[in-house]
């Protein structure tokens, strides 16, 4: 979420970059098995993210370990930490 407020998600260089329209979502809803690609602005994806943060947040307060987001949590630190 700090990705959003500090306004990484603009910056290309940054992991947390998203393109204005660069963004799609996979639909296998289709009862004939056909992928349908759905295009996705930024501000869906930031939306996104942010009730992804409100959900582990409720998580959190209830007592439910996310295994999830300990997982992103450990991959995103090893993508911050510069090699050895």
């Known amino acids: 979420m700090n990705d ?23 639909d296998h809803s289709d ?10 602005s930024r501000q869906m994806v930031i939306f996104c993210v942010e009730r992804r943060k409100a959900w582990r947040l409720l998580q959190s307060r209830a007592g439910i ?12 630190k090893g993508l911050d930490t510069p090699d050895a």
């Open 4 to 26: 959003v407020v500090h306004h990484r998600y603009l910056d290309k260089s940054h992991r947390s970059y998203i393109p204005k329209w660069g963004v799609y979502l996979e």
């Open 31 to 40: 009862k004939e098995d056909k992928i349908t690609y759905h295009l996705l």
């Open 65 to 76: 370990v996310n295994k999830d987001y300990i997982a992103q949590k450990e991959y995103l």
